[in-house]
């Protein structure tokens, strides 16, 4: 079996993460993975361990129409057996056109729960013979907006349970982040970007604040919001308990450090922080939207609430902050369910069983 793999992403995000993850597990299985990328992504130095062979593109832009070309011409040097296509970079259609013309089954995975107009969903997915979904909420989503279930298949992502084994090294966080020793540590893992719901954090904080002063608040990512949110931090004068801290490479170093993991988003279609911070023993307190059900289950490993309400986010975060016993206990529970419901391995055999579906029905 032979597949062919486009990722058009720049960087090494939970999206990318996953394709490395599945070319490498489907390696170990004997499967002959080729992965298209674009020319400077970091995931084409990444990949070089694992795929049988990279090319890398060029793609300028979402419209790039040339693409279509250019993919079509590696398809027929390589002709594998499937094309599977990770990205919605502008690659789910091109990519799909490029590979329904060379005559090929076609696979998109979709990742995100960011809704559709009927007009792109009536066309765009008549260009894939299956989609992968990476939570029951997605697939809800598309069944909801026309696509017939019978075509969407449901593959959790997955996590490097091993890289999140980490214990904490409480001396060396507080100096990297130069905090008071006696720090309560919360962090959220997210683009600044409006979906993922900062500002409703950061609205809770002084709530948070007048039961637990010694509570600091690390936010890891960059985004367009970063500004605002620093503007909106010193207006509500706590300027002194938020750190923007930008991209890490050592987050799975930090996360066994946390007290406590929170995603306010207004929608996601998984969570791969969450999936992170379960796998580290962190408790979590999370909005009860798209996905992030699968991972946070109420009361056992962190806490639900509902979106955009920086009341009910403030009161999961004390709670849980007060009682140091039953935050050790969610933290227990989310390690047992990344174990059984999101490891690698179980994610490649996912992907493969659609696979081996879809090339039967030649």
């Not at 079996?1 to 990722?7: A, T």
């Not at 076609?106 to 299956?130: G, M």
Request: glycine residues 8%; aromatic residues 8%.
């Amino acid at each position: 079996m032979k597949i062919l793999h486009v990722e058009t992403g720049k960087n090494i995000y939970g999206g990318a993460l996953q394709v490395l993850y599945l070319i490498k597990g489907l390696r170990e299985r004997g499967i002959y993975s080729i992965l298209v990328c674009t020319a400077g992504s970091k995931i084409f130095s990444e990949a070089k361990a694992f795929a049988d062979k990279i090319y890398a593109i060029p793609m300028r832009g979402d419209v790039d129409i040339l693409f279509i070309w250019r993919l079509m011409r590696i398809i027929k040097k390589e002709n594998p057996d499937i094309v599977h296509l990770h990205s919605r970079r502008g690659a789910d259609v091109l990519g799909g056109i490029a590979s329904k013309l060379s005559g090929l089954k076609t696979i998109l995975t979709r990742r995100v729960d960011n809704p559709e107009s009927p007009f792109i969903v009536t066309h765009k997915y008549r260009l894939y013979d299956k989609v992968i979904v990476i939570s029951e909420g997605i697939k809800n989503i598309l069944n909801q907006e026309g696509i017939p279930l019978e075509k969407i298949e449901c593959v959790h992502s997955a996590i490097d349970l091993e890289r999140y084994s980490i214990s904490c090294n409480k001396g060396w966080i507080i100096k990297e982040f130069d905090l008071p020793s006696s720090s309560k540590l919360i962090g959220v893992i997210a683009q600044l970007i409006k979906r993922k719901g900062h500002i409703y954090l950061i609205k809770a904080i002084p709530e948070v604040l007048n039961f637990f002063p010694e509570a600091r608040f690390i936010f890891f990512g960059k985004g367009y919001l970063e500004d605002e949110l620093r503007r909106l931090c010193k207006i509500m004068e706590i300027e002194n308990y938020v750190i923007f801290a930008g991209f890490r490479n050592d987050i799975d170093r930090i996360l066994s450090c946390l007290d406590l993991l929170v995603h306010p988003a207004e929608m996601e279609g998984l969570g791969v922080s969450l999936l992170q911070a379960s796998a580290s023993g962190a408790p979590i307190v999370a909005a009860d939207v798209g996905g992030i059900p699968e991972i946070v289950k109420d009361g056992i490993n962190g806490f639900l609430v509902p979106p955009k309400n920086p009341g009910e986010i403030a009161k999961a975060i004390i709670k849980v902050l007060s009682n140091p016993a039953l935050a050790k206990e969610m933290g227990r529970a989310g390690r047992r369910i990344v174990e059984k419901e999101f490891s690698i391995d179980k994610m490649v055999n996912g992907n493969l069983l659609v696979y081996k579906e879809i090339l039967k029905k030649r």
